[in-house]
C-alpha cells in the first residue's frame, strides 16, 4: 500500500494513456536484439586483432562508420525516418568487415557499404523488407569488384596473445594461403604439413590461428557468442545446426578422394560455416519463419557451400551459398505454413 | 463414442498443457491473490447499460419520456447530450435490491436487475468503455437499507427446463469476460452428442484474482452449481481446470469434493494446470484437459464439451438455490496506481470513481486505467465508467508497470509471433499485408476468425507492433471482400 501521502484527488484525469491492448508487453525489443548481436559478434574482433594485427579494427571501424552514414544519407536523401539507432547497420558493417581479408586497403569497406545498405536494403523498403543479406551482398559486390585484393589480402596469423608483440619488430603481415586454397589446391596432406600436425591444425582452426577472413577464424569465439543468442531465445537452432550438418555430412560424402571419405570436422571449422551458421544464415529478415523451412534453408546453404568449394572456382562458398538460398525464403515460407490449430481437429 | 476419452485423472507431476503458442507474461497476481472478497457499500447511482452480453439488448420495462436535457451525473464534458430518456416524475418507479427492471422477450438476452434500493431516473447514454457511449438504465439510491433475505431450496426437484428459466430470469451471463447468456449456452439441442463439462477456473490473465477469491471462499457453491449444470447437460462428467498457481484454491475445491455428503452419481474433479497465457481460453482449456480441437467456426458443443466460468457456476448456484439474480460481483481492483487493491463485491452499474473513492484515491503516478486484464481489457479515460456483468477487474496501472508507449517499427520478420500465438496464425504476414492495403488477401495467414485477441503477438513482439488490432483489421477486409464476392 502507498503512504497517503501519495494519493492526490483528480477530478479529472487528462493525462491517462489510452493505447489499445495488449497493456502488458515483453521487454524485448528490436533494439536489445540488434546490439546483443552486436555484443555477441566482438570478442571475434578482439581475437582478431591480436592475431592479425590492428588493422582489423581499422577495416571494421570503417565498415560500420560507412554503414551508418549510408543509411543516414539515404534515408535523408529517401525523406524516409532515420532508423541508425535499431542498431541493424552496425551488424552489417561488422559482418561485413569480418567477411573480408584482413590485408585489404582501409578504403575497401566503403563501396561495400553503399551496396549493402543503400542498394540491398534501404531501395528494397527498408528493414525487413530486404530479400538478400545485406553484409553478404556488400562482400559479393567487393569480390566481383576487387579480386585480387579480396583474394590475396590474407595475413599470417601470430599465436600470441601478449600485448607486448605489438612493440617488437618485424610484425608486418605476411601474406599467406587461406586453409581452403591450400585444401583446394595441395590437398589434405599439403594443410597438414603447412600446419606441423593434424592435432596443431585442429586447434588452430578452433582458436582462430589460421589465416583467413577478420571475423570468421575462430571458431570457439564465434560459437560462445551463437550460444549466447541461442540462450537468449533471439534464434532457434534450426538454422545453424541444419547449416553445420549439412555441411559436414556432404563434405563427409563428396569431399574425399573416394567416396565417403571427406573430412567433416575440417570442412565446418574452415571457412565461414561457424560464422555463417550463427549470424548469417540467422538473419530474421532473409531466413524462414518456419521451422521445417528453417531446416530445408539451412541444408540447402550447407550443400551449396559445399558444391561451391568442391566444383566451384572459389575456396570458399558459404556467402554465395546464403545469398542463393536468400530468394528461395518467400517460397520456403509459402509452403511451410504454421499448423494451425483447427488443423487437427476431428 | 466419437471422441477421445479425457485424459487420466490428476497425472502426478504432469500438469497438461497446450502444445501450440502461449507465452508468460508477468503475473503480479501477489497484489491481491490474499486479500479476502471485501463487501463495498451501495454507491449512490448505478448505471446498467442495456447490453452488457452477447445478444439483443435489455428491454426496459417503463414507460419512458422522451428529454432532451440529461443529468450530468454520467455525462462528461459535451458528448453524449443525445438520446436521453427520462421518465415521467409521477411515474418513477421504486425499486429495491434484486428487483428486475429489464427484461428480455424469448431472444437471446439477459434480464436486468437493479443492485440498490432506490428509484430509476430512466435510460441515458452513458460512457461506455468499447462503444463510447450506450444506453443505460440509471436508478438512483434512495437510502433505504433493506437488505435482501436469501433461503436454500432444494434444487434437486426441479426439471430442466425449470432450472434454465430460473438461470434466465436471474440474468446470468458468462462472467469470464465473453458475456454470452448462460441458459442459451446450457440449453443445448438434445440430438448434440456432450460428455464433459469443464469449469474454467484457470484465470490466465495477470494481475486477475477474483475468480480466485471465489474458488477459495465459495468452494461448496461452484460444486453445488456444477451439480445443477450437469443435471441440465444431463452429463455426469466434470473436469474443473485450475492454473497451478492458485494452490488454496485447488485445495478449497478438492476438500469440497470430497466432503460433498450427496454426489448423486456426478462424477467431478479438480484437474490443476500449467501456468500459461491463454491457458483460460476455451479452446486451449479444452485441447488442454480432453485432448480436443475445436474445429474452426464451430461451437464447442460440436466436440462434446461445454466451458463454463467458475463463477458464473457460483452465480447459477446463487440463481438456482437462491433465486438472487446477478445485481453484483467480485472485481478485481488492483495495479500500483490506487491506494490500496482489493477484490470488492461491487453492484453492477458501479462507477469507477466510487471504487476509487472507497479505496482512497490513485497514486500521483497513475498512467493507464485498464477494465480487464492487461492482455485483453480496454483502456479507458473516465472514471465515470460503470462496472458491467463482464467486468473481471480494474487495473490502475504505474508508468512503471506499463513501460513507455512507443511508435512501432517494421517487422523484422523475427517469428517470435508465431511461436506464441496459440491458433497458429501468421500475425507477422497479416501485419505487413494489412500495412501495404491488402487485408484482404490474409485468409491464406490463417483462419484470421480464429482469432481471439489474446494478444501473445503483440506481447512478443520486438517491434512493438499491434498485430491484435492488424488481424482485427484483417478480419473486417476479408469479410468485406467476401461480401463483395457474392454480391
New interface residues.
Given amino acids: ?2 503512504s ?1 501521502t ?5 477530478p479529472f ?1 487528462k493525462n ?15 533494439e ?2 540488434m546490439w546483443t548481436v552486436v555484443a555477441c559478434l566482438m570478442p571475434s574482433l578482439i581475437l582478431s586483432m591480436f592475431v592479425f594485427g590492428l588493422q582489423t579494427l581499422v577495416i571494421t571501424a570503417v565498415s560500420v562508420i560507412s554503414c551508418v552514414l549510408t543509411e543516414t544519407i539515404s534515408q535523408k536523401l529517401l525523406k524516409k525516418p532515420i ?1 541508425i539507432h ?1 542498431g ?1 547497420a552496425v551488424i552489417t558493417g561488422v559482418l561485413m568487415a569480418y567477411v573480408i581479408p584482413p590485408g585489404v586497403p582501409v578504403w575497401m569497406p566503403i563501396p561495400g557499404a553503399i551496396m549493402a545498405i543503400f542498394i540491398t536494403k534501404i531501395i528494397m523498403g ?4 530486404n530479400v538478400f543479406n545485406p553484409a553478404l551482398m556488400g562482400r559479393a559486390l567487393l569480390m566481383a569488384s576487387y579480386p585480387v585484393a579480396m583474394t590475396a589480402g590474407w595475413v599470417t596469423p601470430i599465436k600470441d596473445l601478449s600485448l607486448g608483440r605489438y612493440f617488437n619488430a618485424g610484425v608486418d603481415a605476411v601474406s599467406s594461403a587461406t586453409p581452403l586454397y591450400v585444401l583446394k589446391h595441395y590437398g589434405i596432406n599439403g594443410l597438414i604439413e603447412k600446419f606441423g600436425s593434424m592435432s596443431t591444425m585442429y586447434f588452430d582452426f578452433f582458436f582462430g590461428f589460421s589465416p583467413g577472413c577478420i571475423g570468421e577464424t575462430s571458431a570457439c569465439v564465434l560459437l560462445v557468442g551463437g550460444l549466447i543468442l541461442l540462450y537468449k531465445g ?1 534464434i532457434t537452432w534450426h538454422i545453424p545446426v541444419s547449416v553445420i550438418v549439412s555441411t559436414a555430412l556432404f563434405t563427409w560424402i563428396f569431399g574425399g578422394e573416394t567416396w565417403f571419405s571427406g573430412n567433416p570436422i575440417l570442412a565446418v571449422l574452415s571457412g565461414g560455416v561457424i560464422l555463417g551458421a550463427f549470424f548469417m544464415a540467422t538473419d ?2 532473409t ?1 524462414p ?2 521451422r521445417r523451412g528453417q531446416l530445408i534453408f539451412g541444408a540447402g546453404i550447407g550443400a551449396l557451400t559445399v558444391l561451391i568449394r568442391l566444383k566451384g572456382g572459389y575456396p570458399e562458398g558459404v556467402c554465395y551459398a546464403i545469398l542463393l538460398m536468400n530468394p528461395l525464403v518467400p517460397a520456403l ?1 509459402q509452403w511451410f ?10 | 463414442m ?2 477421445k476419452d479425457c485424459k487420466v485423472k490428476n497425472k502426478a507431476n504432469v500438469l497438461p498443457d497446450f502444445p ?1 503458442g502461449g ?1 508468460h ?2 503475473e503480479r497476481k501477489e497484489l491481491t491473490e490474499h486479500l479476502p472478497i471485501e463487501v463495498m457499500p451501495d454507491p449512490p447511482k448505478v448505471a446498467l447499460f442495456l447490453k452488457q452480453h452477447v445478444g439483443y439488448p435489455t428491454e426496459v420495462m417503463f414507460n419512458l419520456l422522451s428529454e432532451l436535457h440529461s443529468p450530468d451525473y454520467y455525462l462528461e464534458d459535451n458528448i453524449c447530450k443525445d438520446g436521453a430518456c427520462r421518465l415521467d416524475h409521477a411515474e418513477k418507479k421504486q425499486v429495491t435490491i434484486g428487483e428486475l427492471v429489464g427484461s428480455t422477450e424469448n431472444k437471446i438476452g439477459a434480464t436486468l436487475h437493479s443492485g440498490i434500493n432506490g428509484v430509476v431516473d430512466g435510460v441515458f447514454d452513458t460512457i461506455h468503455p468499447v462503444l463510447g457511449k450506450s444506453p443505460a438504465i440509471i436508478v438512483s439510491n434512495d437510502g433505504h437499507n433493506t437488505k435482501p433475505s436469501f433461503s436454500t431450496k432444494d434444487w434437486t426437484k426441479y426439471s430442466k427446463e425449470e432450472l434454465l428459466a430460473k438461470i434466465k430470469a436471474a440474468g446470468i451471463v458468462g462472467l469470464g469476460g465473453a458475456g454470452f447468456p448462460a441458459d442459451i449456452k446450457l440449453n443445448v439441442k438434445p440430438d448434440i452428442f456432450l460428455d464433459t463439462l469443464i469449469l474454467n477456473g484457470s484465470e490466465c490473465e ?1 494481475y486477475l484474482t477474483c475468480d480466485h477469491r471465489v474458488m477459495a471462499e465459495y468452494p461448496k457453491e461452484i460444486i453445488e452449481g456444477a451439480k445443477i449444470i450437469l443435471k441440465i447437460l444431463g452429463i455426469t462428467r466434470c473436469v474443473i481446470g485450475i492454473e497451478n498457481n492458485k494452490p488454496d484454491a485447488i485445495k478449497a475445491l478438492e476438500n469440497a469434493v470430497k466432503n460433498d455428503p450427496d454426489k448423486m452419481g456426478y462424477d467431478i474433479f479438480i484437474q490443476p494446470l500449467t501456468v500459461k497465457y491463454p491457458h483460460g481460453s476455451a ?1 486451449q482449456i479444452m485441447q488442454s484437459i480432453t485432448d ?5 467456426g464451430k461451437r464447442s458443443s460440436s ?1 462434446g464439451i461445454i466451458v463454463q466460468n467458475v463463477y458464473t457456476t457460483k452465480t447459477i448456484y446463487d440463481a438456482v438455490v437462491l433465486d438472487k439474480p446477478l445485481y453484483e460481483r467480485v472485481v478485481t481492483i488492483s495495479g ?1 496506481g490506487i ?3 482489493a477484490n470488492l463485491l461491487v453492484k453492477i452499474g458501479t462507477p469507477l470513481s466510487e471504487i476509487v473513492e472507497y479505496l ?5 503516478d ?5 477494465i480487464g486484464g ?10 465515470k465508467v460503470p462496472i458491467t456483468k463482464t467486468t473481471s477487474g480494474v ?1 490502475f ?1 504505474t508508468r512503471e ?3 513507455e ?1 512507443q511508435k512501432y ?8 509471433c ?1 511461436d506464441a ?6 500475425p ?2 497479416i501485419g ?1 499485408f494489412v500495412e501495404a492495403g491488402k487485408g484482404a488477401e490474409c485468409e ?4 484470421s476468425k ?1 482469432c481471439f ?1 489474446c ?1 501473445s503477438c ?7 507492433r ?1 498485430l ?2 492488424f488481424i482485427g483489421l484483417a478480419q473486417i477486409k476479408v469479410e468485406e471482400a467476401k461480401r463483395k464476392e457474392e454480391n
Fill in positions: 500500500m502507498k497517503p501519495q494519493i492526490v484527488e483528480r484525469y491517462l494513456s489510452v493505447s489499445f491492448s495488449p497493456h502488458a508487453r515483453a521487454s524485448v525489443s528490436t536489445r536484439i532508423t535499431d541493424s527498408g528493414m525487413g523488407f533471439y530474421y529478415v531466413s519463419n518456419e515460407d505454413r504454421p499448423k494451425r490449430f483447427s488443423e487437427g481437429a476431428l | 466419437p471422441f501450440m507465452i507474461p508477468p495477470p479452446d480436443r480441437v475445436r474445429p474452426s466436440i500500483r491506494a490500496r487493491q482512497g484515491g490513485t497514486t500521483n497513475l498512467a493507464k486505467i485498464v492487461p492482455m485483453m481489457g480496454v483502456a479507458v479515460s473516465s472514471l487495473l496501472l508497470e506499463i513501460g508507449d517499427g517494421p517487422c523484422i520478420r523475427c517469428g517470435f508465431l500465438c496459440p491458433m497458429g496464425l501468421e507477422n504476414n505487413v491464406q495467414f490463417g483462419f480464429d485477441q494478444g503483440a506481447y512478443v513482439c520486438p517491434a512493438k499491434p491484435v488490432q
